[in-house]
């Protein structure tokens, strides 16, 4: 036993049964168990009892031993001044200060399941995928427990959006752009390409973004790659660079991508391009993303995005390939950037502009095919069927933030499995 199971059992109301009697024998009648409190004070703000002829509103604490009022210090504490009940696990001695008040002691343990207990102790201990996986029932799924969690994401997301947009003086399509660059760096350097977005100021990509070359070099010599050119393309991205960090005093700091455990289609030189390449294509891209009705539309404005002429034979400087491939962007990965970047973005935008329109974002995760992974097939092996992007970024999502972390008393299928 915890005090935060105990806080959580008590919350949720997790007993036998309610007769409950204090540590004298007398009934006690809990009519509001009260509002739980995350902050510092009492567990339970504003409960209320029936004790002994008497109808008392107040705060309820809660300890896993009565001795614990004591050795909280609470008996000096001016914020529990207010507590109508104390509630414990086991009762180990009678609290002084609570005696003269007539402060009732109710012990908890006899009114909480043994196997309620055990159920939290499988769930602290097991090693499996996720901790409830030996008591798992897909069944148990709350309802509508896909779209909570995606509105919890988007939510999540939208508030670092939202300071980005403060420093951009509300330019979405500045801030469309750093998410881009950082849906482009996949895991491994998204927040590399988003700091090196970051540091060029995206008026200047707006200037320069007719000329591709120079959008290129920028990219590229903002990577750092440029210093020591091996080749006559790479010469004339240097070249460019250069005339663009002057004429624009590009901040001299430079951000190199790794390559470690990458793939060659997603080595940073090929994304870089890509991302060069979409913006040379697209203007205004974030009016034509809220402009698009449905998820082929976005497709459209990505799925023509290539690497520059140069990169049909390299993957990175110098090294020549025997065969000549155009570097595009696949379905997947343009789901990848849909997911990552524009789905987050066009939430916050709606949710600040046309919050009724907030819906057709959950929509737009349903018309995506969903992912496939290891998380996702583990998923799977328990019931879980996962029919579109929006179950699987849920359970994505939920597994990264609840069951790693084993906050399962904080978790609306945990409750359900420990009720039950």
């Not at 491994?188 to 100021?201: C, Y």
């Not at 916050?348 to 992912?371: C, D, F, G, Q, R």
Request: aromatic share 12%.
């Amino acid at each position: 036993m915890t005090e935060k199971l105990l806080q959580y059992l008590w919350n949720y109301k997790i007993f036998n049964h309610f007769d409950f009697k204090d540590t004298d024998g007398f009934p006690i009648t809990v009519v509001d168990f009260g509002k739980w409190n995350t902050d510092s004070g009492p567990d339970f703000l504003m409960g209320k009892i029936e004790y002994r002829g008497i109808t008392l509103v107040g705060n309820i604490e809660l300890h896993l031993h009565s001795s614990d009022w004591e050795l909280h210090q609470h008996s000096n504490d001016i914020a529990y001044e207010n507590v109508i009940l104390h509630v414990v696990f086991s009762h180990d001695k009678n609290v002084e200060i609570l005696v003269n008040k007539n402060i009732p002691t109710l012990v908890l343990q006899p009114y909480i399941s043994e196997s309620v207990l055990q159920k939290y102790n499988a769930l602290e201990s097991v090693k499996d995928f996720i901790p409830c996986e030996k008591i798992f029932d897909a069944k148990k799924i709350p309802f509508q427990f896909c779209e909570e969690k995606i509105i919890q994401k988007l939510d999540e997301k939208s508030i670092a959006i939202e300071q980005q947009l403060l420093q951009q003086k509300n330019n979405y399509e500045a801030v469309l752009f750093h998410n881009l660059a950082y849906a482009f760096g996949l895991k491994i350097n998204a927040d590399i390409f988003q700091q090196l977005a970051m540091n060029i100021d995206f008026l200047i990509v707006q200037k320069i973004r007719q000329n591709p070359l120079q959008l290129e070099a920028v990219l590229l010599g903002m990577a750092g790659w440029l210093d020591n050119p091996t080749d006559e393309t790479m010469k004339l991205w240097a070249k460019e660079f250069g005339f663009i960090k002057t004429k624009y005093n590009l901040s001299p700091q430079v951000y190199p991508p790794k390559f470690l455990r990458l793939r060659p289609p997603n080595f940073p030189t090929i994304r870089l391009s890509q991302l060069a390449n979409l913006y040379h294509r697209e203007a205004h891209l974030f009016s034509k993303i809220i402009s698009a009705t449905n998820i082929e539309q976005l497709y459209n404005l990505l799925n023509t995005t290539r690497a520059s002429e140069y990169w049909d034979n390299h993957y990175n400087f110098g090294k020549e390939t025997e065969k000549k491939l155009v570097k595009g962007i696949t379905k997947e990965f343009m789901d990848i950037v849909i997911i990552n970047a524009i789905l987050p973005l066009l939430y916050t935008y709606y949710k600040n502009n046309h919050e009724s329109a907030i819906e057709e974002v959950l929509k737009l995760y349903t018309t995506m095919l969903p992912e496939a992974n290891s998380i996702i097939s583990e998923w799977k092996n328990l019931g879980i069927s996962c029919k579109n992007a929006l179950e699987t970024q849920a359970y994505l999502y939920h597994y990264k933030n609840y069951c790693l972390h084993k906050k399962c008393l904080e978790c609306n299928i945990g409750f359900q499995l420990l009720k039950s």
